[in-house]
């Protein structure tokens, strides 16, 4: 039901195929704990390098990108796949709220 939500705004599924293609840097199709650490550390130094220097205890450690996985792993491949990404990013929390749309969702790709 969240994909259909996201499906019927096909300019949000591209800045959603963007977003997983851009966290995807091996193009496998799925985002692993080291991509989430990779780009969070990516962010953080273009930061750090527009304000002060990155420090040790500010990077993301690789149990705490396995954590934030966790929360988009829906169903627990220890990866996010395409419809996980577009499940958890895709409808705002008020949109879904109100339609109903949060729980159960279809097995198809965000994309069909």
């Known amino acids: 039901r969240i994909l259909a939500l996201v499906n019927a705004d096909p300019s949000r599924v591209e800045v959603l195929r963007t977003a997983f293609e851009a966290l995807d840097k091996d ?23 527009a304000s002060s220097a990155k420090s040790e ?25 395409f419809d996980e990404f577009c499940i958890r990013m895709g409808p705002s929390a008020k949109e879904a709220a109100l339609t109903g749309r949060f729980g159960s969702h279809p097995r198809r790709h965000c994309s069909e």
């Not at 705490?64 to 996010?80: C, H, K, P, V």
């Open 27 to 49: 193009n496998s199709g799925k985002i692993d704990a080291s991509e989430i650490q990779k780009a969070f550390g990516l962010a953080h130094s273009a930061a750090a390098d």
């Open 57 to 81: 205890e500010e990077s993301l450690s690789l149990q705490q990108a396995s954590e934030m996985l966790s929360r988009f792993d829906l169903n627990n491949t220890g990866y996010i796949d």
